[in-house]
């Protein structure tokens, strides 16, 4: 399922290699179109998939379920604590990528290696720690990401699964999951196991982690967010139904209405690489962890288990609901890339069949005797034509920069936002991160003793740096919800003043030229330009975080340690260890005064992490308003300027082709219209072709869809 946008995609692309290549559309025409440059957005089209579980939680088995293969076999998921990437090639390779910028590759000489060759490979480089004589070495805090090349068709066509380390792993590469990966993915997959979910720890890191991930995009109710209740197989159908309601009310306080979806990945994995004629049902026999209930209800494994079981295994699976969804969302987010290329195929042929009509017309308009009268008319047709669009260069330019930036005299635009987050927002999330502190010490605070305080104030500091993350990334999610409000209204304004533009040229031509009045195709497709916003709004916010926590991380956390006296080591609160010695064992223990003393420093710590939120709340909003924005703007500033000087050409090259046919003298107004009858033609013919073949395109894929769910489950 997840090939289905890939196949719409191959199909699309031909569908534009056939007008690009054609010998009879002039390299002028598909430049005014725009229609290289969106081929060129739709190839360059990645859909990346994370995927976030604790350890056990059975991610890696999850994965092979996905690809169809057994790539857990050559350990290439379970012995790194760094991140690692899946990426399709034809010729299997790793290469891990270094913190310093270097990098090791297997293999290096072109050779083909085996599983087992890439497994060794792998452990000596990735290995969590080994020892080397009496050293230790601990090379993921070496090791910035692993890479992993394979021929897998789930990869293909620009899909990338990103696996993370482990939740609760001592390795947990958490700021760089947070800060670096969840702003790049397409959609992020949480694998639990059901005894998972009830665990006190466990729901805290995963609010937490939620959190982060819909905070991460700019998408509604975090639709992109998809939580796995895995290993269906080893539990009792009632304890994954009460995981699932646990889930669910985990998951209420951050998300209404949360995809979940309860699998066994382990089915799922056996039961496609029977199909892939990977395993024998002689294997499948033999696996002791296979055993399941038929329709009827009798329990079936052992040498029970036939061939014709095995889509009733992948269904009893429940992968396929799973792949669908995702498939539907992922193809939903970025179809757009595809209509895009196809309508404006459409419209490139509608265009130039326009053209040809009004040349047509004017042909006949003019006969012998008045070719010199619109030659003229031509004449003051390209002096108003330079005139109006003067004028609307000039308007769209007054536009924009009055909505988005706002007057000499006023602040208004997006500097309003600013302000708004420095002022308003960043006072809110203060005083949130205090009163979500101040409850989660007083929860604490009754079980502190003298033996636990650092680990208590540790925990308390833990929690306040994940809620100031969470917060960061809510006020940047914020500011640019904003922003696209505001920059939407301001395209708008510009689509309107377009349109008016074309409707005045083409009343000029129509008067001018004594054309009749007829409907003619806009050269802004309003659709595609907002949906090319909101793609450009995407890429730009997931850029614009990544740099705020780089930014704030260095910057922010330098001013702090400057400003705090009392911290003995850098970094993050880590002033309060150092507070607590080993004290002499005679002295008088004062625990009431310890209680105060204790909490008079979280109380510090609280402060201090509400007033790092108001500072690092004033540089995102300064850092939006003087970089980020500013790149979103200049696009879509280019993009309108784009059309208009396509426009502008479409225009300059019709007037120029009318003029030299009136000039012309050497060919009679019949053969003339004939040429153009033939041309009409022509583009008619290929135009519907491309739509009929696109239709029963579009039409076939669905119908194989449906065969292939229909056969997976029977």
Wanted: aromatic fraction near 8%.
């Amino acid at each position: 399922m997840l090939k289905e946008f890939a196949i719409k995609k191959e199909f699309t692309l031909q569908q534009a290699n056939k007008v690009v290549n054609d010998e009879n559309i002039v390299n002028e025409v598909l430049k005014e179109s725009g229609l290289k440059e969106k081929v060129n957005r739709l190839e360059q089209g990645l859909f990346r998939i994370a995927l976030v579980a604790p350890f056990s939680a059975g991610k890696s088995t999850f994965i092979n379920g996905l690809i169809g293969k057994d790539l857990l076999s050559v350990n290439i998921l379970a012995e790194t604590a760094a991140i690692t990437v899946i990426k399709y090639s034809e010729e299997k390779r790793i290469e891990i990528h270094y913190k310093d910028g270097t990098k090791d590759i297997f293999p290096t000489d072109g050779s083909e290696p085996t599983d087992e060759e890439l497994k060794q490979f792998l452990k000596r480089k990735t290995a969590v720690q080994r020892k080397d004589g009496e050293t230790v070495e601990i090379f993921e805090e070496k090791i910035d990401k692993v890479e992993v090349y394979w021929d897998l068709p789930i990869c293909e066509d620009g899909v990338e699964l990103v696996d993370t380390p482990g939740l609760f792993s001592a390795y947990d590469q958490h700021s760089q999951l947070t800060n670096n990966i969840l702003p790049t993915i397409n959609a992020a997959l949480f694998v639990v196991e059901p005894h998972q979910v009830g665990q006190k720890h466990f729901m805290e890191v995963i609010q937490d982690r939620v959190e982060e991930a819909k905070n991460s995009r700019l998408e509604e109710e975090g639709r992109h967010i998809f939580f796995i209740i895995n290993k269906i197989d080893k539990y009792p159908t009632e304890e994954v139904e009460k995981a699932e309601k646990e889930l669910i009310n985990i998951l209420k306080p951050i998300l209404a209405v949360p995809n979940i979806f309860k699998v066994s990945s382990y089915f799922a994995v056996k039961a496609r690489m029977f199909q892939n004629k990977e395993i024998s049902i002689d294997e499948i026999q033999k696996d002791t962890q296979i055993r399941f209930t038929d329709e009827e209800g009798f329990p079936v494994a052992g040498r029970g288990i036939q061939e014709e079981h095995i889509p009733e295994i992948l269904n009893i699976s429940n992968f396929l609901p799973l792949e669908k969804a995702l498939s539907d969302y992922l193809s939903e987010k970025n179809d757009f890339l595809i209509s895009d290329v196809l309508n404006t195929i459409q419209i490139l042929f509608d265009r130039e069949i326009e053209g040809l009509k009004q040349s047509i017309e004017i042909q006949n308009n003019a006969g012998d005797e008045k070719r010199e009268y619109y030659i003229e008319r031509l004449a003051e047709l390209k002096d108003s034509f330079g005139e109006m669009l003067h004028n609307i260069q000039d308007d769209i330019e007054e536009t924009i920069h009055f909505d988005l930036f706002g007057s000499s005299s006023s602040s208004g635009g997006l500097k309003e936002i600013s302000e708004k987050i420095e002022d308003e927002e960043a006072e809110k999330y203060a005083l949130d991160l205090e009163e979500y502190a101040g409850k989660f010490w007083n929860t604490k605070s009754v079980f502190l003793d003298e033996d636990n305080a650092v680990e208590m104030m540790n925990e308390v500091a833990d929690k306040i740096n994940s809620k100031i993350n969470i917060f960061r990334r809510q006020l940047t999610k914020n500011s640019f919800d904003q922003i696209e409000q505001r920059v939407k209204k301001a395209a708008n304004k510009v689509v309107n003043l377009f349109e008016q533009f074309e409707v005045e040229v083409n009343k000029s031509f129509e008067d001018k030229l004594d054309l009749s009045k007829k409907d003619h195709t806009s050269f802004l497709d309003v659709n595609a330009l907002l949906e090319k916003l909101r793609y450009d709004l995407e890429k730009n916010f997931s850029k614009t975080l990544i740099k705020i926590s780089k930014k704030l991380e260095n910057e922010i956390a330098s001013a702090r340690r400057n400003r705090v006296s009392y911290r003995d080591k850098p970094g993050v609160w880590n002033w309060f260890k150092s507070w607590f010695g080993k004290q002499d064992t005679e002295r008088i223990f004062d625990e009431v005064g310890f209680r105060k003393d204790v909490s008079k420093k979280v109380s510090q710590m609280v402060q201090d992490g509400a007033a790092t939120l108001r500072e690092e709340a004033s540089e995102i909003a300064q850092y939006i308003l003087d970089e980020s924005i500013r790149e979103i703007i200049e696009n879509f500033q280019h993009t309108i300027a784009e059309r208009i000087s396509s426009y502008n050409s479409w225009r300059k090259r019709m007037l120029k082709g009318i003029e030299k046919d009136l000039a012309e003298i050497e060919q009679t107004k019949e053969e003339v219209i004939l040429q153009y009858e033939d041309r009409i033609k022509e583009l008619q013919e290929k135009k519907v072709m491309l739509r009929e073949e696109e239709v029963n395109f579009m039409v076939n894929t669905l119908e194989l869809a449906e065969k292939e769910v229909a056969a997976d489950v029977n």
